[in-house]
Each structure stands twice: as structure tokens, then as C-alpha cells.
């Protein structure tokens, strides 16, 4: 028997189009929301508003400062650093487990993401590129069968793929991402894990220049 599909509330859709504004950069990270601009805007009361924002900071999109409103989130460079050795520690942990017992299902993966990849810059989609950057990290976590290291990475996906969206226009930035993912797709179907994980450090955790400057903009 096939269960009933419930449709979404307005508090599920409201967090939805927030969570949109704020990855895609429509949204500035540390800018300031209105409650009642936004049910303006989006056409519903201030309810749905009041319990998406809620959603959206336990989330940790959102921070709520006491006496003063409604913040999208913002990094400084200490915590920027903070969130770039969590991604390493979690995603080294990943590639090693899915390079151990499913490589070959990796290195698929990868490889339709990346030639996806190539097929958004060719269009010069920008917005479906990052969107593909984000789902070729995830395919560490799909591949290594560890739910509880995905569960971790969630907790902080968000903000990585609202920080991929504010850099994606830099010079270069794109033509050296791809050029990087591209390579480890192929590294990781020698098998070759030491080399894999150094190209994945070298990949994910950059902490100086444009970069860094940008993601933590607003802070």
C-alpha cells in the first residue's frame, strides 16, 4: 500500500525559499531579516515567518541575536578555519572508508558529477555548477556507508554550499575547481589513497586570499 503524500506546510516552504536566499547569495551572509518584509514579499503571515526563521537558525543558517533581530549567518575567519578542519577531518574519513570497500562506485559517481560539471560551465551555468560541486563532495559521504559521518557532514553542509556560491564568480575559481575535481575522479580510480588525500586537502582546505576573504564577508 503507498502512503498518502502530505503537502508541504507553509513553514516548510517558507524555510525552503529562505534556505534558497541565503545558498544561492540572494541573501547577504550577516544581513539583517525583516519579519514582516518577507511575509510581505511571500504573500503569507508573519507565523510560517516566525517558525521558519526558528527552523533556519537551528539549522544554523540563521542567528537569532536577543534585543537587536534576525541575522543571516556570517563566519569569521577563526570559525571559517574551524568549519575547513571539520570538512577535513570528515571527508578524509570518508575517502578512506569508501576507498577501502567501494572505490569503484566512487569513482562512478564522480565521474558522471564531473562530466555534468563540464556540462555547466559549457553553458556557462554558474549556479548548476556549484550545485554540482556541493553533490560531488556528498558522494563521499553516499559512498563510504557510514550514516553517521553523513549525519556530521549535514550539519554544516549548508553553509559550505552558501560559501561555494558567494566565491563561484572569482577569476579562475571555477576553471581550478574543475580542473580539481577532474583529478581526483581520476585518482580515485588507481586506487592510490595517499595521493587522493593530498589533493583533497589541497582542494578543501585553503585559508588565504580572495577565498578567504569572501566567505567571510559579513562577519
Known sequence: MKSIER?????ELVAEKLREFIVSGELG????????RISKELEVSRTPVREAFNRL?????LRVVPQSGTFVFSLSSEELAELC???????????????????????????????????????????GYLMLDAAFHQCLF???QNRFLNEAYQSFAQKMSAIRSRIG??????????????EFAE?????????ANELLLFHIDRREGSYWNTATLGA
Open 7 to 11: 503537502p508541504k506546510s507553509l513553514t
Open 29 to 36: 551572509l550577516g544581513e539583517q531579516l525583516s519579519e514582516a
Open 57 to 61: 537558525e537551528i539549522e544554523g543558517l
Open 85 to 127: 578542519d571539520a570538512r577535513v577531518y570528515l571527508e578524509t574519513a570518508a575517502l578512506e572508508l569508501c576507498m577501502q570497500s567501494n572505490s569503484e562506485q566512487l569513482h562512478k559517481r564522480l565521474v558522471t558529477c564531473v562530466a555534468n560539471m563540464e556540462l555547466a560551465l559549457s553553458k556557462n551555468d554558474i549556479s
Open 142 to 144: 553516499d559512498c563510504c
Open 169 to 182: 564568480g572569482l577569476p579562475d575559481h571555477l576553471s581550478k575547481s574543475f580542473r580539481e575535481h577532474t
Open 187 to 195: 585518482i580515485v580510480k588507481t586506487g592510490n589513497l595517499e595521493k
